[in-house]
């Protein structure tokens, strides 16, 4: 196997005051079936990646980034990141500065969270206790505690990573329905967390038993999971704010809006700025009125939510392409791998990019969850010429 020489294979020290730790916790959902299972009796499972601050020993070594049977995942979009290191100790014991944390839950799309580890490092070493949220059947693998391995169905990710076919309203509810399933994932996290703070739940998450501050959470996703993160904060008063990570919102709050406080970080998209024609050649869509509804969602949803609140703040990051918010610019890639013509095109230095979304998530969540006034979120800055302030219009 070939990796590419341009590839950084290591990830950005975390910038924060606390060492981080990383386990694993998993929770059975028993109110909700399991609807990409081929068992009608199957409920909802998580496998739920936690980054947290911690206390490190100088000497201890780093869990490493895609353990044991989920190094599967990296076949999926050709990454070499076998034996590498994080920067987060297993299981290391949570920091006793403050009595407790506030969270963080985190969704990625298509993947599992490990692939988001940058970002879930970087908040934990701010304080926070950061809930990465696997999505069983949506991953390319998800792997259990007691040795189960769950491969990924296709109708969990409704259709976006195959040839888009048939009636785009069809398509659109599909991708719809998925990322309801996601926002309802929060919502069976959120009640697992409360049990576990209340020291409701086994091993191995009693460190986390009276640790979390549970008034002070948030949501953050990726893509189908940036709309999730939106939608279950538009219906769980649970949920404090919320940030969306370049996801189109094809759920009811890219319609509505909601009543919480929204960040939205997104590319400029500048593939819908060919005309349907030129979209459908490409291969964008299979058809003009596809590619003309797709964008009518995608910028709609988008200036949408950023019009709704006065707490709402939408960004884009000039340079910067879909994959840019996940760990891949930072990976070595293999040869074959699918995602070297988007790395291609992306502009924006990695590390430059991962310090400008953490820079704003930091703020957004430190004004949100701690009342800290955050001027970062007010408009331009010289110090952030790559970000631009407002929604895409095309």
């Known amino acids: 196997m070939t990796t590419t020489a341009t590839r950084i294979s290591t990830l950005p020290v975390p910038t924060g005051r606390y060492a981080v730790g990383r386990t694993t916790l998993e929770l059975v959902d028993r109110d909700r079936p399991e609807i990409y299972s081929t068992d009608p009796s199957a409920r909802r499972e998580l496998v739920l990646w936690t980054w947290y601050p911690a206390e490190v020993e100088p000497a201890a070594q780093r869990a490493e980034y895609l353990p044991g049977a989920w190094l599967t995942i990296s076949q999926a979009i050709g990454l070499d990141v076998a034996g ?3 920067h987060a100790v297993t299981d290391a014991p949570m920091a006793h500065d403050e009595r407790t944390y506030p969270v963080l839950l985190l969704a990625p799309s298509g993947f599992s969270p490990l692939l988001m580890t940058a970002i879930g490092e970087e908040l934990a070493s701010h304080g926070y206790v950061v809930v990465g949220v696997n999505p069983t059947y949506e991953s390319p693998v998800t792997v259990f505690a007691d040795g189960r391995v769950v491969p990924m169905n296709p109708a969990a990710v409704g259709g976006a990573l195959g040839p888009q076919t048939g009636p785009h ?5 599909a991708r719809a329905a998925v990322c309801d399933y996601k926002a309802a994932d929060f919502a ?8 576990l703070h209340a020291g409701l739940e086994p091993r191995p998450g009693e460190r986390f038993t009276g640790r979390l501050d549970l008034s002070r959470i948030a949501a953050l996703g990726h893509s189908f999971g940036g709309d999730a993160a939106l939608e279950w904060c538009r219906t769980d008063p649970t949920c404090r704010a919320a940030v969306n990570l370049d996801g189109a919102l094809w759920t009811e709050v890219g319609r509505s809006g909601l009543d919480r406080a929204a960040l939205q970080l997104l590319t400029d998209h500048s593939e819908f700025a060919v005309s349907s024609e030129q979209a459908v050649a490409n291969g964008m869509a299979p058809d003009a009125a596809w590619f003309e509804a797709e964008k009518a969602i995608t910028f709609g949803g988008w ?46 230095d990695p590390e430059r990019m991962w310090r400008i979304t ?6 957004f969540f430190a004004k949100h969850l701690d009342g800290v006034p955050a001027a970062l979120l007010t408009g331009p800055s010289a110090a952030y010429p790559e970000v631009h302030f407002g929604a895409p219009d095309l």
């Open 358 to 363: 953490n820079d704003f998530l930091l703020s």
């Open 169 to 173: 309203e069809e398509a659109f509810r």
């Open 303 to 348: 200036r949408t939510v950023g019009g709704h609140t006065e707490t709402a703040v939408t960004v884009q990051i000039a340079g910067a392409k879909h994959l840019s918010f996940m760990d891949v610019p930072f990976l070595a890639t293999t040869e074959q791998s699918p995602v070297k013509s988007m790395l291609a095109a992306t502009t924006i």
């Open 84 to 86: 590498m290191p994080t």
């Open 188 to 195: 069976s996290v959120s009640r697992y967390l409360a049990r």
